[in-house]
């Protein structure tokens, strides 16, 4: 692959590696000059209005954060909702609309293509077709072996970190000789864990899939066309020796690039990127809920990052998930559009969805269901008070719905990470909820 094309595109995984946590501080600024029409001179006279606070977006800030509302117009906070059915039905129906996931279907049956043991537990790597894109999804399923009886099931959620080239394998391990870039992504963020593994250990069927645009549902090289110029050229790059570091570094800069590209083209095909998303989660989880090893009445999902932001809105709008743990993805729409908006994937974002519900709300669509929500306080991905807004916001949803032993929200100090407390402080929770 022709590497050179992509130096300078910074990926969000460089990101999160190098930047430092910095709670955001706005200085004030001094008024300005206007300019004279007539002259095209400063004048002293006039001047321009004044911002009151530094902005990703600089001066329109303060106008833009005025447009969203303290409560949103379907939030069950809101006065006017009493009945958690009424506000249900009414909440849900308007985010599935904003959300416009596709109807897609499985056009294939679910294959077993390998079966194993590894580790103390059974392996099964499956795949299926669906109707959307030309890659067969492929997932890992893991349970205790010789397990006979039905267990509890989790949909595991990997994460994004600027890594499209994987998807499943960064919480899985299937072998002793897994790439070495999985064992440094699993060391980063999952202190040596591949926490798939661990909680099936522990009596539970979990698969974990690659989802849209990761893994083996990456957009190929090969198949790109059309794009001129600009980082998400793929002029010169092919999918070959794809497994070498340096190519994988390559594909994963050009993905960043051209996440723009593929979301726009979305908004234009009627759908979004969490829709779509969402609509190949729920897909998965239709599978896995289907299998006879499985108690299909107690199922939950689970994941980190990205993986936190797909759970954010598959338990929201799926109530299959009897109990849900999001991690490391939970603030509120203000921190994204004032601070972080540039730290984040397009898979976030629904056009007008902040309108009608706060950002947590969106997992707050599945209150009384049980549901943890794990934070790290230096996680440079959001700030601190918006992580504690979210927190509060969830709080005030379940407490209204006498259900505050159903949700919880913890905090760690370091960065953005899942490590070993965070794991064993979410596999209790599920062994609480699904399992008691």
Known sequence: MDKTKNEGVKSRRDFIKKSA???????????????????????SNTTMNTIKNKSIIGGYGDWAAGLVKEVPELSFRN?????IDSWKSEALQKVEVLVAAPKLKVTS???????YVYDGLQVEELSWQISSGTQRTQAILLKPEGAKE???????LHDHGGNKYFGKRKITKVSDDGHPL?????????EDFAWANEIAKRGYVVMVHDVFTFGSRRVLLDEIDGILWGGANAEGLSDKDSEAAENIETYNNWATAHEHVLSKSLFCAGTTWP?????????????????TDVNENNLGCAGLSGGGLRTNYLAGLDHRIKCAVSVGFMSTWQD???????????????????KYIEFPELIGLRAPLPTLVLNNNQDSLYTLPEMKKADVIL?????????????????????????NQMQLDAFNWFDKWLKG
């Not at 004030?28 to 400063?42: D, Q, T, Y």
């Not at 039905?150 to 595991?156: D, N, R, V």
Request: hydrophobic share 40%; glycine share 4%; net charge positive.
């Open 336 to 354: 994204f559009l004032l601070h972080k908006a540039f730290t984040h994937t397009w898979m976030l974002y629904a056009p007008l969805l902040s």
């Open 109 to 115: 049956k679910v294959r077993i293509d390998k079966k």
């Open 21 to 43: 946590f910095a709670c955001a501080s706005f200085p004030f600024i001094s008024r300005v000059g206007a300019i004279n029409p007539l002259n095209n001179e400063l004048s």
């Open 150 to 156: 039905k267990l509890p099931a989790i949909l595991g």
């Open 395 to 419: 709080s005030s949803v379940y407490e209204k719905m006498g259900a505050s032993e159903k949700y919880k929200a913890n905090f760690y100090d370091g960065p953005h990470k899942f490590d």
């Open 275 to 291: 829709g779509v998303t969402f609509a190949e989660d729920q897909i998965a989880l239709n599978i896995l809920a289907e299998r």
């Open 182 to 190: 999985m064992a440094e992504h699993q060391k980063q963020y999952y």
């Open 79 to 83: 006065d006017k909702y009493k009945s």
